[in-house]
């Protein structure tokens, strides 16, 4: 039987927070459904996942699967979730239940009027356990609220604004007709999974809804500036990935507001490569920063020239050494200030 929606919560050695992800789940409905992805675990997690599935057999279903990374416990949720619409919830993250409340219901009554929406989108915090302090990334100024729009509706994103895996809820169908399908044992491929699908995606629906928690202060986790730095060719390969994703000359003949979103969302790629492979101070991650361009380069030009001479990315690229020492800085600066890592 078809739900409404499914929840994916893909997990590797998950023990001492998922259950806190799930609990913010339970209440969701009778048809929701949640899929825990135990993905190789070597501590409780697939027993915590197991006494969930057993205690509501009707709500919860885990699956365990030799460890392929957090892409394929995306593609793992994809391929078995019987939902309407799909939403990835990482392991350490949660949502609000009020709000989870009130898109759901909207969801439910835009089905019954056979309205179809590919894509929902709803804030998320970020949830800082070192100060204790939250921030929220919200697109009330980017979409119109709580109307079906495309992306000719759209304004422009701010510098610090872009859609991640945390705003979104996907058509699941749409996810299948276009064969989606993130790389095993690779992080940051959330950046895929939201780049990959905007080109298919026709309706918009946005919500003014802090819905999901991403947590953020662990030192393992993938966005801490160190692990960032050890996985870089990881997302070297994310970026690329992205860019022979879709041909963006293409989509600017198609739509200028979906280029100039994904444009910023590439040029952003290529910006936190950059950064981190500065910060690196690795002389070997310095001939990856060029080969990563030069790869850009001889993809398209035309692209090319157009990201380098965005603002964000020519100050990136100031010259020398003491470029690049800016360039970390200005980063620190604006880890301060926006509170995104």
């Not at 910023?264 to 990563?292: C, G, Q, R, W």
Request: with cysteine; proline share 3%.
């Amino acid at each position: 039987m078809e739900k409404l929606i499914t929840f994916a919560i893909p997990c590797y050695n998950s023990e001492k927070y998922m259950e806190k992800c799930i609990r913010s789940l339970l209440d969701a409905g009778d048809d929701t459904e949640i899929l825990i992805i135990n993905d190789g675990s070597k501590d409780r997690t697939g027993e915590i996942a197991d006494s969930y599935a057993e205690k509501y057999p009707d709500k919860i279903t885990a699956i365990h699967q030799e460890n392929g990374g957090h892409g394929e416990g995306v593609n793992q949720g994809i391929r078995k979730g019987r939902g309407m619409y799909y939403k990835v919830v990482d392991s350490d993250d949660y949502l609000d239940p009020k709000a989870l409340d009130i898109l759901l219901n909207r969801i439910r009554e835009n089905v019954k009027k056979n309205v179809i929406v590919d894509m929902y989108v709803t804030n998320y915090v970020y949830d800082h356990v070192a100060d204790n302090t939250q921030r929220t990334m919200s697109y009330k100024r980017i979409f119109p609220h709580e109307r079906v729009c495309s992306w000719e509706d759209t304004k422009n994103f701010g510098i610090s604004q872009y859609l991640m895996m945390h705003s979104v809820v996907y058509r699941t169908e749409l996810l299948r007709k276009i064969k989606i399908e993130l790389p095993k044992h690779t992080f940051y491929v959330d950046n895929l999974y939201m780049y990959w699908p905007f080109p298919s995606v026709k309706t918009i629906y946005y919500m003014d809804l802090d819905l999901y928690y991403y947590f953020i202060g662990r030192d393992d986790q993938s966005i801490n500036e160190k692990n960032m730095i050890k996985r870089i060719d990881q997302q070297i390969r994310v970026t690329k990935l992205m860019t022979n994703c879709h041909d963006l000359n293409q989509i600017k003949k198609q739509s200028k507001k979906l280029y100039k979103h994904m444009f910023h969302e590439l040029s952003m790629m290529y910006t936190i490569s950059t950064v981190f492979l500065f910060a690196s101070k690795d002389p070997e991650n310095l001939k990856k920063e060029k080969e990563l361009w030069e790869f850009l380069k001889e993809k398209d030009k035309w692209l090319y020239r157009k990201m380098r001479t965005t603002t964000i990315n020519a100050l990136t690229h100031l010259p020398g050494a003491p470029g690049r020492w800016l360039t970390i800085k200005g980063y620190h600066f604006a880890q301060r200030v926006f509170k995104v890592g």
